[in-house]
């Protein structure tokens, strides 16, 4: 009984990991930023990085990261997206690897430490790029807790 209490407060103290959210530029491209709950929930965090993974291969495989030198940052404000292999030239980035239509990825924003309580220090989020009927393709958020079903999250078209 008295190990409990003990490690109650060091759980109490595990950063929690926030919601991001993806989008699609007007170019059909994915983006990321956080959820707007996280925004009025926490404000906006100090951005730190941002890294696209395949989760499919073991380890996960990274498709792209960008980051931010130590001596710069700026707000991740849900008004803003950050573009997939998006070419700012002054900051370190890997190359990007082609994402593949019905594939399922994973985005994580990390933000910079020393933001207020309720800000978590990673904001994670799936999508793939669906194929639609009509051959185009589109940016899909998959929500946390959506079920994956036949058509793997409505990432590949139904047959």
Known sequence: ?????????????????????????????????ISQREEQRGGAPDFQAVT????????RAKMWTMAMPPDRTFPVLFSMCIPYAGRVQ???????????????????????????????RRYDARFC?????????QVRHIAAGEQEGRNVYGCVPPK
């Open 1 to 33: 009984m008295l190990l409990l209490p003990a490690a109650w407060p060091h759980a109490a103290l595990a950063p929690r990991s926030g919601e991001a959210e993806v989008r699609e530029t007007k170019a059909g491209l994915p983006c990321f930023t």
């Open 52 to 59: 696209v993974f395949d989760p499919s291969s073991r380890p």
């Open 90 to 120: 002054s900051l370190p980035q890997t190359r990007s690897v082609m994402l593949e239509n019905g594939k399922v990825y994973e985005v994580q924003i990390d933000a910079r430490p020393g933001g207020g309580p309720n800000q978590p």
């Open 129 to 137: 790029l669906a194929k639609q009927r009509d051959g185009s393709v």
